[in-house]
């Protein structure tokens, strides 16, 4: 997910013409590891990048004290209301899958609400090692895309990626749903690009998302993306029925 923030155009862009570049990793967890990395991976884009580490366990705060390198890097207590700050992006990774799909549209909005301006949000779910991930990114208006991230070699088929999907969609994958379409019509170009496997799983991976392409699916970039195991759509591929 690091990696596709700093490939994404449209988070490069809202990082760069931020006033103030602050970053917060919502919910960072046992070891404060993820904002650390996040914080690495964002200096790249923009230099003088702050990331602040928010967690609603006090425990975890003080556990993630000795890597803060303020204001590069912080840690404090705080939920959805952003501990009162207004950061241009913020990242809640395997946070809301411990709430009820109907507490999403709240959560998001609390967040959405205290976006700088022009801000995002990418909020989503992963396994442990972070080879299967699934996550929305948001703007004010509300959800802009939908992406799917996996090591392809891990796969039998992309919806394998299914178990990972963020609450929001997690509970709509059965039949009638446009996530579920989705992983169908993925599952059969996966299959169609059966004879790529000669040329390695990314070969299969990229000649999938072509073909998801062609088929008028909504998929965003190219083959330089895809080939890392990405793909990315519009969300009105995947909003929930009704
Ligand atoms: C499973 S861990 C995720 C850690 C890390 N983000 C990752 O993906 O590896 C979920 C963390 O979210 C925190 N959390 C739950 N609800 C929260 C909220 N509303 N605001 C901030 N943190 C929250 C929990 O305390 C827990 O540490």
Known sequence: MDRWTVGSRLVRTALRDATDPLVAD??????????????????????DVRVLGLELDPERVSAASPAADP?????????FELAGTRPVLVRAFNVLRQYTEAEVAAAWRTMLDRLAPRGLLVEGT?????????????SATGPLLFTLACRPA??????????????SLIHRNVPGEPVHALFEALDRCWATAAPFTTFGPRARWVEAARLLAADGWPVRDDRKRWRLGELTMDWTAVTPAG
Request: aromatic content about 6%; some cysteine; charged content about 30%.
């Open 126 to 138: 992963c396994d442990e090692l972070g080879r299967r991930c699934c996550w929305v990114t948001l």
């Open 154 to 167: 891990d796969l039998d088929r992309p919806s394998d990626l299914a178990e990972r999907l963020p609450k």
């Open 26 to 47: 919502l919910g960072y967890g046992a070891s404060p590891v993820t904002a650390v990395e996040l914080a690495s991976r964002l200096a790249s884009v923009r230099p």
């Open 71 to 79: 204001p590069r890097l912080d840690f404090r207590r705080g939920g």
